[in-house]
């Protein structure tokens, strides 16, 4: 097993000998490479000392090149860690940028990559590096989410680098994963709904519900890194859609439903998670609704039924439904299971911590349709994505596990 363990420029990079070492507790030959704002909080020879390894620090060491070192050393390795990682890095290898050693190894290197932010929250936070982050999960970059706590900077809030016994675990499960399960939706035609839809009341005002669309939007990019083609059929949001994806905006349920039956014949697995309306107002007057003294009265009636429809139609297409409960969450997510003749739900109980609207983590419990009950416990929604797609695989997609096989 050969890693490389990319070290780059922050206050983290002390912590990079811990991984080295738990690295090596699992069997690991590691090589490290620093970039050049790296050696400004660690020295080499600490890598060196603990790895046993020559250090890559410099692109242009006079001696390294008779054999072209950066590209060498991708070729040697099964994976690439970058723990810490800059902000700075994500963008240079999101737009692959290629001037020191860390950069040419990583866009030279065909193994997979993992690599651990450590920032300052607002840093983590800013749409150039969310965005930087999508563009290296949608090429099937993996991400180790970091951690909320104390920040070096005296701030609070996420940033902190993923503790080293969590990156080494999360390492060595890519490892162990089959070159082909990475991979493991090309052929498939993935339709996403995602966010919340929007019914007007008057030309001016409208209802609609806190979701944020962040589930949906994970399950894109999950769907994009295993090799799928996505449609991500959303509402309203603040997200950027994965670039990779066919994109349809939508306001209304109406529309939204409109958009799935257009498109539902193309794919080979529905994931409906957004959170449509349920009702809209019955009339919907054509100018602004006059301010009044007295109250006012609007009547609601049903939207159509998105996912209802999609479970008459689907066919032998997989069909994966979300269900947002407050109470008694098992019983009803069985209950929505049977009635809407889906494969799959993902039932949350969005009143607990860490999971429902516009937060980045999740928890929930999957259901399908032969009985099996999977926890989802505490974990980033796009952690949670791939989860989803990984029950998928195993219980509906795999040859050797087919329909009649479960008889
Ligand atoms: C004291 C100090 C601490 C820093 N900590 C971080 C950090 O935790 N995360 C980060 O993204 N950048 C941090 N930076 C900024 C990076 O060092 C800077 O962006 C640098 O260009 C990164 O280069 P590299 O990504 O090539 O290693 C820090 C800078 C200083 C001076």
Redesign the pocket.
């Known amino acids: 097993m050969n890693i490389i363990l990319g070290v ?5 990079a002390y912590k990079a000998a811990e991984v080295l070492r738990q690295l090596q507790e699992q069997g690991a030959t590691v090589r490290v490479v620093m ?4 050696r400004q909080f660690i020295a080499p020879l600490t890598f060196e000392a603990l790895s046993g390894q020559p250090v890559l620090t410099d692109l242009f060491q006079p001696g390294l090149n008779t054999r072209i070192k950066h590209i060498e050393i991708a070729r040697w390795a099964d994976l690439l860690l970058v723990a810490p990682a ?4 994500i963008a240079k290898f999101a737009h692959g940028l290629a001037d ?1 050693p860390l950069t040419t190894v990583y866009i030279s290197a065909t193994c997979p990559t993992v690599i651990a932010p ?3 929250v607002e ?1 983590w936070r800013h749409a150039a590096t969310q965005e930087n982050i999508a563009t290296l999960r949608a090429r099937g970059v993996e991400i180790i989410e970091p951690e909320s706590g104390f920040l ?1 900077c005296g701030e609070v809030g996420p940033g902190r680098l993923a503790e080293p016994a969590r990156i080494v675990a999360r390492v060595m499960a890519v490892l162990r994963r089959p070159s082909s399960e990475r991979r493991d939706l090309v052929g498939q035609h993935v339709l996403i709904t995602a966010g919340p839809t929007c019914e007007d009341i008057d030309p001016v005002r409208f209802i609609t519900n806190r979701s944020s669309g962040k589930m949906g939007y994970a399950l894109a990019e999950a769907a994009l890194a295993r090799g799928a083609d996505v449609t991500l059929i959303s509402g309203p949001t603040h997200l950027r859609p994965p670039r990779e994806a066919r994109f349809i905006s939508v306001w209304s349920t109406e529309e939204m439903y409109e958009a799935v039956m257009r498109h539902v014949n193309e794919a080979t697995i529905i994931v409906k998670a957004a959170a449509v309306a349920d009702f809209r107002p019955r009339e919907r007057p054509s100018s602004k609704i006059k301010k009044s003294p007295e109250p006012l009265h609007i009547e609601l009636e049903p939207t159509p039924d998105i996912l209802a429809e999609v479970g008459r139609r689907k066919g032998h297409r997989l069909v994966v439904g979300f269900a947002a409960e407050t109470d008694h969450p098992i019983e009803h997510g069985r209950q929505k299971l049977a009635q809407k003749n889906l494969d799959v739900i993902v039932v949350n109980d969005v009143t607990a911590e860490g999971a429902g609207f516009d937060v980045d983590t999740n928890r929930g419990t999957l259901i399908d349709r032969r009985g099996d009950i999977v926890e989802l416990p505490l974990m980033s929604k796009r952690e949670m994505a791939d989860r989803i797609f990984d029950h998928l695989v195993e219980a509906f997609l795999r040859p050797e596990r087919t329909e009649s096989d479960e008889e």
């Open positions: 780059t420029g922050c206050i983290g970039t050049p704002s790296a800059t902000a700075h890095i020191d450590a920032m300052n840093m070096a």
